[in-house]
């Protein structure tokens, strides 16, 4: 089953989505996909995982890591599924990301490797924007790069985990204005789910709603305001965003 959170009627809105993408609201009506609002469907911490694609890394021309480099997204970053993301001025470098994020059920403290799979709700899709003008070292993002208004799409909705055979064998694509420009799969990540619930829940109790990005593949371009980028993760979802320029961001909120 898939879960999402929309705005609908001045309402925010817990909402299952049929396999026709119709909107089942909570009154037991259903509402057409294009008439609401749609929200980040988790509201937990956001971890990201960077360089956790070993051809990604090479991409590059970083080393591998022998850890993983764990970042926080903020909260101002996320935003929901045909919403749009903010092109700052004056960048030269701003590119999509395509990522698997696995949403976090039920506690999570000390998990061994073995189990760390029970503590999965299930998988959505995000687009981890980056503004490359400002990364001082791949090793440790800053938050000039990865945590700016609106740049972190995510959605649209959650996908229970029974309904996903193996979600290392996923196939990760980006679209700019319907040409396809990334496409990778989760069976090269360096780090895989199991190993990365164990190391956080290690250090640190994850809670319902926390959320993973594992991180993508290479296959990185450039993209502009006007541009329509699509990022698909296979048997999840298609997350579809639009970048608009800094001024028509703060027109439209004016």
């Known amino acids: ?50 360089l956790n694609y070993a051809d990604h890394a090479t991409e590059l021309e970083f080393k591998p890591p022998e850890e993983p480099l764990v970042f926080i997204k903020a909260a101002n970053s996320l935003t ?18 395509a990522e698997l994020v696995v949403v976090i059920g039920r ?30 070292n791949y090793y440790r993002p800053n938050l000039r790069v990865k945590s700016r208004d609106t740049l972190t799409p995510i959605g649209p909705w959650i996908v229970d985990k029974n309904e996903i055979a193996d979600p290392h ?26 190993f990365l619930i164990t190391y956080l829940s290690d250090f640190m109790t994850l809670q319902p709603g926390d959320m993973i990005a594992t991180g993508t593949p290479k296959g990185l371009s450039n993209v502009v305001p ?3 980028v699509i990022v698909e993760v ?18 439209s909120l004016s």
């Open 1 to 50: 089953m898939k879960h999402a959170k929309i705005y609908y009627q001045g309402q925010e809105l817990n909402v299952t989505v049929d396999e026709q993408e119709n909107i089942l609201l909570p009154d037991g009506g259903t509402v057409n996909r294009e008439d609401v609002i749609w929200l980040p469907p988790a509201n937990g911490t956001l971890f990201a995982l960077g």
């Open 80 to 97: 929901g599924h045909r919403q749009v993301s903010v092109r700052p001025d004056n960048v030269e470098y701003m590119h999509y990301e």
């Open 107 to 136: 506690p999570a403290h000390k998990v061994s490797r073995e189990n760390a799979m029970d503590y999965v709700a299930g998988y959505t899709v995000c687009n981890d924007y980056a503004i490359r003008d400002y990364l001082e």
């Open 169 to 194: 064998n996923l196939t990760l694509r980006t679209w700019v204005n319907g040409e396809l420009r990334q496409q990778g799969t989760t069976a090269d990540l360096i780090f895989d789910i199991p």
């Open 226 to 228: 006007g541009d329509e």
């Open 234 to 251: 296979e048997g999840v979802g298609r997350l579809v965003n639009h970048i608009v320029s800094q001024q028509e961001y703060e027109e």
